[in-house]
């Protein structure tokens, strides 16, 4: 079967994806931020799941992170799900971990990022932001370039399935108890991306939204952005892109 590595599995949609593919006999490996959230996924590691630490806002733990994972052994598919939506750490989670664990993770067959439909509104320009999270940068930013991130990936790796995803607005601990989408909706995309034989399942360059592609924001697909963003982020962390 299947091991899928899922970052933010303590709460929320992560880890209502991590108790799903459980259930469905995957592999998975779990994330939370720091030894005192094991706690919260004692239950998952009971049924089978294997845990790694790090904070995805600091850049040496994220990289400590990638190490762990790699000497679990090679993974199928990783699923991007952490995220803030607000204070100094949103570029740091929301873009920089993905990208330094993408670099760094021994190449899986599948990447799936979580986006939102927010990044409809996010700024395609990457000059003057501050990648450390000493300032705050909008929630909306963050989300362009993760979905622009996937699809360089999809681009630039042919051999890999690199997909966003956007989980709609759900009752999370991020999007409040009266968000008006389904829960469930919210987190079956990316477990059907990372597992499904299915030839829909098994593309790359989308942006999904209910197991169906939907169109993202223009800059996504700008070959110039999606190399000016890998660029940058590549100098800012001093790591490229294998």
Not at 77 to 84: F, K, L, M, S, T
Not at 95 to 114: F, K, M, S
Not at 133 to 147: I, N
Request: net charge negative.
């Amino acid at each position: 079967m299947p091991r899928v590595f899922i970052t933010g599995s303590a709460d929320g949609l992560g880890r209502l994806a991590a108790e799903t593919l459980l259930e469905a006999g995957h592999e998975v490996v779990v994330h939370v931020r720091n030894d005192e959230r094991l706690t919260a996924v004692e239950d998952l590691l009971d049924r089978g799941a294997v845990a790694v630490v790090g904070d995805l806002s600091d850049v040496e733990q994220t990289r400590a992170l990638a190490r762990n994972v790699n000497g679990l052994g090679l993974l199928d598919a990783v699923i991007h799900n952490a995220g803030v939506y607000t204070g100094p750490h949103v570029i740091p989670v929301n873009i920089v971990a993905p990208y330094l664990l993408t670099a760094l993770i021994h190449r899986p067959h599948r990447l799936i990022y979580l986006s939102s439909s927010e990044h409809r509104r996010g700024r395609s320009d990457v000059a003057g932001i501050d990648w450390s999270g000493h300032r705050s940068r909008s929630y909306p930013d963050s989300k362009l370039f993760v979905t622009t991130l996937a699809a360089a990936v999809a681009r630039l790796w042919p051999d890999v399935f690199s997909n966003a995803v956007d989980p709609g607005w759900v009752p999370t601990r991020m999007g409040g108890s009266g968000a008006p989408d389904d829960l469930r909706l919210g987190h079956r995309t990316q477990e059907w991306l990372a597992t499904s034989e299915a030839p829909e399942a098994r593309t790359s360059g989308g942006y999904w939204y209910h197991e169906r592609r939907a169109e993202p924001h223009p800059a996504v697909r700008d070959a110039r952005f999606q190399g000016q963003l890998i660029d940058e982020l590549a100098r800012v962390t001093g790591t490229g892109l294998r």
